[in-house]
């Protein structure tokens, strides 16, 4: 092969070996943490949507009904997209993702909040929303705004 040949062949092979391996870290890296991080967002926009049925159990079973499940399954959504993060400790200290007993604290409080839609008591509810805001550092402001 002649030298400009060569050189074109070198940097083809390069590229794509550069393109795959930017695919791999994006595939295992950056799409988890995406993920888990829209996640919490998700978890704020249930916490809001359904403040009002957890803020006083005892309303409407149809809506009390769909409140617990939404919460219960974002509750177990926040485990597994903890799990799928890759090098889960390092994005936890670079402040990318909530610390990991947050996330178990976090989805155990959902499916306490969850149990409670029905029959729980309206203080006791708004707390645990609050603390579940709180280990997922989501804004106490936005808190504020939603009840």
Known sequence: ???????????????????????????????PVHRLRSLVGEIED????H?????????????????SAALRAKATQLRARRYAVVWYPLWAFLRLVPKQRSVKEASKKLIGLSNAVHSGD??????????????LRISPAEEADNL
């Open 122 to 135: 309206a203080v006791e509810n708004i707390e645990k929303a609050s603390q579940i805001r709180v280990l």
């Open 51 to 67: 403040a009002p049925f957890y803020a006083s159990p005892g309303g409407s079973p149809t809506d009390e009904v769909e409140a």
């Open 1 to 31: 092969m002649s030298d400009p040949v060569l050189t074109f062949v070198l940097t083809v092979a390069g590229g794509v070996l550069i393109l795959a391996l930017g695919r791999v870290f994006e595939k295992l890296i950056i799409d």
């Open 46 to 49: 249930v916490l809001a949507f």
